[in-house]
């Protein structure tokens, strides 16, 4: 019958990680990581009941993250 699309959302993800020799056999790994870095409000979805509700935002893409962390192996 009728189709209700939300717009498109564009997200950007960055990582870098750097693997780091420690002696002869060792390895170290920091890592830096940021999820949604533009920090976009996207709505992910609205109510479609035909009520006086009908297209109230019930969900927003989640904010801005960042995590940082290491690994290391041996």
Do not use: C, W
């Amino acid at each position: 019958f009728g189709d209700d699309h939300l717009p498109a959302t564009k997200i950007t993800d960055f990582a870098v990680r750097k693997e780091l020799k420690v002696g002869e056999s060792a390895r170290f790994a920091p890592t830096f990581e940021g999820f949604n870095i533009f920090n976009s409000g996207a709505t992910q979805s609205r109510i479609t009941d035909l009520s006086q509700s009908f297209g109230q935002v019930t969900t927003v893409l989640r904010g801005r993250m960042i995590r940082a962390g290491f690994s290391v192996s041996y």
